[in-house]
């Protein structure tokens, strides 16, 4: 089963709104990071949270972790039309270096 | 995005054709992956490198054959597909140690969109 699953699957809201996505994951991780995918395009690495961090900041993001929990959000304040894209949570755990990807939360901004 | 490219773009083959996909990454990282993402799936993890040496393969099936030549090139050899092949491949680079505390940011490319008939 993967690792991670982001909810909701998909959003739409209003250029100006802020969005939240969430992820869960199921096994103690080192670190956790959001990537995002515009449609039929590569991923693009947007912000990681280590596992001993509560929350950061890049710009217009703030992404939370809370381990007992299993769980991290995403927020995108002041969102734009822009913004519009797949969303995709990414953990590693133990030693091992690889990603696992969650399913992913789909954006839609509109004007 | 030009710091892994990635072609062809979009590929179309037949079952019984042999075609090869290629990615190089401009970056300087050791460590090279090739994934596949099909519609309402997480994006799975194919073949792992490091160091040009293959460290992980997902039971991925023979027909899809990967070659690590230098540590900037990746190739996934592609015979007797079939239909359910079809997905977007994405290639992936990052820079890897021996902390386990070090950070696995991996920079993809932009994919090459598989349709195989």
């Known amino acids: 089963s993967q690792q991670g699953e982001e909810d909701p699957q998909a959003l739409s809201i209003q250029e100006g709104e802020n969005a939240t996505m969430n992820c869960s994951y199921k096994?103690?991780?080192?670190?956790l990071q959001w990537y995002r995918q515009n449609s039929g395009r590569g991923l693009v690495h947007l912000i990681l949270?280590?596992?001993?961090?509560r929350e950061k900041h890049s710009g217009r993001l703030r992404v939370t972790l809370d381990t007992s929990k299993k769980s991290s959000s995403l927020l995108i304040t002041a969102s734009r039309a822009a913004d519009t894209a797949s969303y995709f949570c990414?953990?590693?755990?133990?030693?091992?270096?690889?990603?696992?990807f969650g399913t992913g939360t789909r954006l839609q901004v509109t004007l | 995005e030009t710091g892994v490219t990635q072609t062809p773009r979009h590929l179309v083959m037949g079952m019984t054709n042999k075609k090869s996909l290629k990615c190089e990454q401009h970056l300087g990282h050791n460590a090279m992956y090739w994934y596949k993402q099909s519609a309402k799936k997480p994006l799975e993890l194919m073949f792992v490198y490091n160091f040009k040496e293959q460290t992980e393969n997902n039971s991925v099936p023979s027909r899809f054959s990967p070659e690590c030549p230098n540590s900037s090139h990746l190739f996934l050899h592609l015979h007797t597909l079939q239909p359910e092949d079809s997905a977007l491949y994405l290639c992936?680079?990052?820079?890897?140690?021996?902390?386990?505390?070090?950070?696995?940011?991996?920079?993809f490319g932009p994919g090459t969109r598989l349709t195989v008939l």
């Open positions: 949270i280590r596992s001993n961090e």
């Open positions: 992936a680079s990052s820079q890897e140690g021996t902390s386990a505390l070090l950070v696995n940011t991996q920079y």
């Open positions: 096994t103690s991780i080192n670190n």
């Open positions: 990414a953990t590693t755990t133990g030693t091992a270096s690889k990603l696992t």
